[in-house]
């Protein structure tokens, strides 16, 4: 079911309610209190965008695997954004990038069912998957000199609705494909997409220190990999950033 206000807090925290189910998507035409990644707010005008969550049963996930769901989601981006003719990449993790411009930011929520068995992770119980998709703006806060849109890239103005309805078709699609084991095609296609792949750019560590390195891939469990000048070296999340 589709449900839509006119205003929320976050549409995440309005999907952890037990009252919605698998496949549920919740639509807000203005968040208050709008969550992005790192800790950040999400702003987006009343009007012009989408911002929605769709409520995941993942209780086949272990914890350790969930970035398998985000590769799925980051694919059903994607692949809803070929649908209108634009070619987007995957910036590590989540964030989807047309050319050096941010379009569609993703915030992946999960409840964790907690295990006492020493050695083992638990497993998913539920994930409300967060998705700000930029569809009509045109103009944007001087704060965030790397946003774009859907409408900035193909030149016209979208119907939202059908924005969200083809993103639901393409989520269903690559959800349906991680569910029932399709993983490597996932990783493949993950890799495939990503943003700067084999592309020497700058980097920086937590401490500022800045670094130039060509990104070779991501391990299945979501590091990612960076040829430096001191060799390949693994970031977790947090562990490096882009210098855009
Ligand atoms: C990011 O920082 O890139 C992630 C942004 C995620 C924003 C979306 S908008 C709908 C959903 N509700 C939120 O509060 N955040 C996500």
């Known amino acids: 079911m589709f449900y839509y206000f006119d205003e929320l807090g976050s549409t995440i925290d309005e999907g952890r309610n037990a009252k919605y189910g698998h496949g549920d998507v919740i639509v807000a035409e203005f968040q208050t209190a709008g969550r992005g990644q790192r800790g950040r707010r999400w702003n987006s005008p009343r009007g012009e965008n989408l911002m929605f969550s769709v409520v995941l049963e993942t209780s086949f996930l272990r914890a350790d695997e969930q970035f398998l769901l985000l590769q799925a989601v980051a694919l059903a981006l994607v692949d809803m ?130 670094f130039k390195g060509t990104i070779r891939g991501v391990e299945p469990g979501g590091e990612l990999l960076i040829e430096t000048r001191e060799g390949l070296k693994k970031f977790l999340y947090r562990e490096v950033s882009f210098i855009i």
């Open 81 to 210: 954004l070929a649908d209108y003719g634009i070619d987007a990449r995957i910036k590590w993790t989540n964030d989807i990038y047309v050319g050096d411009r941010k379009v569609v930011g993703v915030l992946i929520d999960h409840n964790v069912v907690a295990t006492d068995a020493p050695g083992k992770t638990g497993m998913l119980a539920r994930s409300g998957v967060g998705v700000g998709i930029n569809v009509n703006q045109k103009e944007f806060d001087p704060e965030l000199p790397n946003a774009g849109s859907m409408a900035l890239a193909t030149g016209c103005d979208l119907d939202r609705g059908e924005v969200l309805e083809r993103f639901y078709a393409r989520l269903s699609e690559r959800f349906e494909a991680l569910k029932s084991g399709r993983r490597e095609a996932l990783q493949r296609d993950y890799h495939a997409n990503i943003y700067l792949l084999g592309v020497e750019a700058d980097y920086a560590l937590p401490d500022g220190t800045r």
